[in-house]
Nanobody, 115 residues
Framework: QGQLVESGGGSVQTGGSLKLSCAADETIFRGYIMGWYRQAPGKERELVGSVVPRGRANYALSVNGRFTITRDNAKNTIDLQMNYLKPEDTAVYYC?????????WGPGTQVTVSS
């Protein structure tokens, strides 16, 4: 089905920033809506935001105005710039197709925000 690899996670304090990246095989990336998801401990995985092939992005209300998704169709990558991070943003972050994640999940990348 192709491979997804997320990177860029880490630990920051409240108000900090992180930038995540997702690399995908061209065959699973090109022409598809791609999204960033996250799963916090004890919670279900949720869609954080998505970006269409031409670059327009949509976001969950909880991150709107703080997170920005961009994609590079030449490199088959999507990025998630996260600003003004809050403790409730702590989760493992994944990328996949959106709004239905039809691909096998990658390993994800851990984001931890401390107060």
């Amino acid at each position: 089905q192709g491979q997804l690899v997320e990177s860029g996670g880490g630990s920051v304090q409240t108000g900090g920033s992180l930038k995540l990246s997702c690399a995908a095989d061209e065959t699973i990336f090109r022409g598809y809506i791609m999204g960033w998801y996250r799963q916090a401990p004890g919670k279900e995985r949720e869609l954080v935001g998505s970006v269409v092939p031409r670059g327009r992005a949509n976001y969950a209300l909880s991150v709107n105005g703080r997170f920005t998704i961009t994609r590079d169709n030449a490199k088959n990558t999507i990025d998630l710039q996260m600003n003004y991070l809050k403790p409730e943003d702590t989760a493992v972050y994944y990328c996949n197709r959106a709004p239905v994640p039809t691909l096998s999940w990658g390993p994800g990348t851990q984001v931890t925000v401390s107060s």
